[in-house]
């Protein structure tokens, strides 16, 4: 009886151990996956779908700009983007913490033109929120790692 209910606790200890890593696994999955969505929407030249991609009270908060909040305008922001030049957005998940329902995801992004070239580069922290089954963005944070131009 000793022995089964040691092997008990030690299976229980060991799930308690290897759930959060499991979580963290599929809520990174799910992240990079909506980021391709992202992606292609760019892609599209959709700012619209970019938009319904973040939470009702979502923010966009580049650098050098106070935050973007709302639907309208955070589309208005993304339109604005992509109407500017920037054909395609590559975002690299290099970290994601938390559980649900939010996480935090870090990583790199990388702008380019229609003819490929690259327009700009930077690193990004975005907080996710789990709702109604989706993973949406809650706070948009990027910043370029161009430097600016020597006066």
Not at 9 to 36: K, M, Q, S, W
Not at 96 to 114: C, H, I, M, N
Not at 118 to 147: A, C, E, Q
């Amino acid at each position: 009886m000793k022995i089964s209910g040691l092997s008990c606790t030690v299976a229980f200890l060991a799930c308690l151990c290897l759930t959060p890593a499991a979580y963290a696994d599929g809520v990174r999955t799910a992240i990079e996956a909506a980021n391709a969505k992202f992606s292609a929407a760019a892609a599209k030249g959709d700012g619209a779908a970019l938009a319904a991609m973040y939470a009702t009270d979502g923010q966009v908060m580049p650098a050098g700009s106070d935050p973007i909040r709302g639907t309208d305008a955070i589309q208005k922001f993304w339109q604005g983007a992509l109407d500017s030049g920037v054909a395609a957005v590559a975002l690299k998940t290099i970290d994601v913490f938390g559980q649900s329902p939010t996480a935090t995801e870090v990583g790199e992004y990388e702008l380019r033109d229609k003819a490929g070239k690259v327009l700009d580069h930077g690193k990004y922290i975005v907080v996710w929120r789990h709702s109604d089954g989706k993973w949406k963005l809650l706070r948009d944070m990027f910043s370029t790692n161009v430097p600016p131009p020597k006066k």
